[in-house]
């Protein structure tokens, strides 16, 4: 699926099955949330922290598109095209960085 795609499909279950969106506040707490409930599977899985009996049954799959869905649901709601976006973001970093990352002595 698309990015445009998929802006359209949480669009139309917003509207239908979650019967409107939540606020953009609300969904800017959710979306924290949601990112911290990915940052303590990282930091079980590949950091240092060990995992509780209720943290590893944990996905971190589907954790992440938790993340997406949210993320989602703040552009449909701002008005954001997230495939131009991700598109104009590319380009931004192609050109700043078309040299920062190979120069980099620390990636060697």
């Known amino acids: 699926m698309s990015i ?4 359209q499909k949480v669009d139309a279950w917003i509207k239908t099955t ?3 969106y939540f606020n953009e506040l609300t969904n800017m707490a959710i ?7 990915v940052a303590r599977i990282i930091s079980r899985k590949y ?3 060990s995992f509780k009996e209720s943290d590893k049954e ?3 799959a589907d954790e992440m598109a938790d993340v997406l869905w ?12 997230l495939t131009k976006a991700l ?12 040299d920062r990352h190979k120069k980099n002595k620390k990636l060697k």
């Open 4 to 7: 445009e795609e998929a802006q």
């Open 18 to 20: 979650g019967v409107r």
């Open 31 to 37: 979306l924290t949330e949601e990112v911290g409930e």
């Open 47 to 49: 950091g240092e922290q």
């Open 58 to 60: 944990k996905d971190l």
């Open 70 to 81: 949210v993320l989602i649901c703040l552009a449909n709601q701002t008005g954001v095209d």
């Open 87 to 98: 598109e104009k973001n590319f380009e931004k970093k192609s050109v700043r960085d078309a």
